[in-house]
């Protein structure tokens, strides 16, 4: 068994992904000898996420937040800053917030709405670790729809029975505390959920990546149910066996982070900026 089959075994996840064969490239994920370097790491797949989402279009105005779980202090959070283009985020203008939304580093300021969703996110699920929200045009518009993906592809089973409808507090903007704990009962055991006439949420147990990938996933799945949904046509659905099956094997925490991989890639060699 090679290097990274043994470390899928060893946290219980298999890969139809995972190379068989010893000696090739292949995405490992990393180890950390310090908190502090696993601070920076995050921070800085953090911004990672942030330039994707400018990448992806996913930004409108100041809207749109991207959390990762502080592993110094896990009370505490890390956070794009309020008014900066996602292009423009950067490790030196991160922000690390605490859960009643008190900036406690860095210069900027902190999305109100933003911390009241994923603070109440966080505070109730000590297992997620990274949450990522926009205002996205196919997200936004199929959650006016107040309705689930379906499996109409295989990409799509990835969020099939792993991601919720929220109708709490639909379209009323989330500046009150009472609002982000609502949408955060909604959030248990999956990692996305499509807030009725608001837009997407995805969330990760495992890492920023995943969350990041999860949601340019989510938002392209919703493209493509609208444009198959506009044909009038009846689409062929995934049967319910195999959309579970194809869940297990193309939807994981691992995969998403897998997916992100060659996005990073391609960030570190187009936009060096990023680690400034
Ligand atoms: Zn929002």
Redesign the pocket.
């Known amino acids: 068994m090679n290097a990274i089959a043994e470390q899928l075994r060893k946290s219980g996840r298999t890969s139809i992904y995972q190379p068989e064969q010893e000696g090739l490239i292949y995405p490992e994920e990393p180890s950390f000898s310090s908190r502090e370097e696993e601070r920076r790491h995050l921070k800085e797949r953090l911004v990672g996420a942030c330039r994707a989402f400018a990448l992806h279009g996913l930004d409108y105005g100041f809207?749109?937040h991207l959390t990762v779980r502080d592993p110094i202090d896990p009370s505490l959070y890390w956070t794009n800053p309020m008014a900066v283009h996602f292009a423009d985020v950067k490790v030196s203008n991160l922000i690390l917030a605490d859960h009643e939304g008190t900036v406690v580093e860095g210069d900027y300021a902190i999305n109100r709405?933003?911390f009241v969703?994923h603070a109440a996110i966080h505070e109730a699920h000590p297992d997620i670790v990274a949450m990522c929200?926009?205002?996205t045009v196919y997200g936004s518009a199929f959650a006016a729809l107040g309705k689930e993906l379906l499996p109409m592809t295989q990409d799509a089973c990835a969020f099939y029975e792993d991601h919720v409808v929220i109708l709490d507090e639909a379209g009323q903007?989330?500046v009150e505390t009472k609002a982000g704990h609502k949408v955060a009962d909604a959030f248990k055991g999956v990692k996305a959920a499509i807030?009725q006439n608001?837009?997407l949420l995805t969330a990760s147990r495992h890492s920023i990546e995943a969350a990041a990938f999860w949601f340019i996933a989510l938002e392209r799945c919703c493209q493509q149910q609208l444009m198959i949904e506009a044909t009038g046509q009846v689409p062929k659905l995934v049967t319910q066996d195999r959309a579970r099956y194809s869940r297990e094997h193309v939807g994981s925490e691992y995969i998403g982070w897998l997916h992100f991989q060659p996005i990073w890639e391609q960030l570190v060699k187009a936009q060096p900026d990023m680690f400034s």
């Open positions: 809207a749109g709405a933003g969703l929200h926009a205002h903007v989330a807030h608001h837009g």
